[in-house]
């Protein structure tokens, strides 16, 4: 089941021993300025109710729906292709059309408010444990993972489903918070494709 969000993405036949160096180079450079993946994923979450919630009481609930796809599922899903980048579930950058990169479709339901969406930042704070707690696994996957494309370019596939599977959750949080959809997010880790699969990346 999608929940409101549909995000999958598929492997690689082969992995960029290079685009390994580049990732790390960038975490070193993010570290420096703030802690990694320590801040970024708190700012981006404060950030995307609030600036919902502007567009909200600027458009109208209903404009804001119709509109989404040019501006807040469209930032969602560069920023949904800059993690997954990140993770190295693909070697491309989301330099340009970020749905070449990864399926990022939210199905918006409802009419959000400003005041709804704001509280959805204390509403979301379970999500936010359970996923600190996952990321300390993925942290030690990744690892693993870029080792394994290191040696081998090849990426394991049990690694891949984790990491697809924690993204996933992001994501529906993700759009919860943007008030796209009305109903509260599930505690689910879903590591399968979604239905229809993503076709492969193509290489070079």
Same mark, same amino acid.
């Given at each position: ?116 969406? /704001?509280?959805?930042?204390? /509403? ?8 600190? /707690? ?8 990744? /690892? ?61």
């Amino acid at each position: 089941m999608a929940y409101g969000v549909t995000y999958d993405i598929a492997p690689q036949e082969r992995y960029d021993r290079v685009q390994v160096a580049i990732r790390i180079g960038i975490l070193i450079v993010l570290s420096i300025l703030g802690g990694a993946f320590g801040w970024l994923p708190g700012l981006v979450y404060i950030g995307i109710p609030v600036l919902a919630a502007i567009l909200i009481s600027q458009r109208g609930a209903q404009r804001y729906v119709d509109e989404s796809e040019q501006n807040i599922s469209l930032w969602l899903r560069y920023v949904a292709a800059f993690y997954s980048y990140m993770l190295l579930l693909t070697d491309k950058f989301p330099t340009e059309d970020p749905a070449q990169i990864v399926r990022f479709e939210p199905a918006p339901s409802g009419e959000p408010t400003p005041g709804g969406v /704001l509280i959805r930042i204390i /509403l979301v704070i379970p999500h936010g444990i359970v996923l600190a /707690l996952l990321g300390i696994v993925a942290g030690l996957l990744l /690892l693993i993972a870029a080792i394994a494309v290191l040696i081998q370019e090849s990426y394991p596939r049990g690694i891949f489903d984790f990491l697809r599977g924690y993204m996933r959750w992001h994501a529906r949080v993700a759009v919860y918070m943007a008030g796209l959809v009305q109903e509260y997010p599930p505690f689910a880790f879903d590591t399968g494709d979604e239905v229809p699969r993503l076709p492969a990346p193509s290489q070079g």
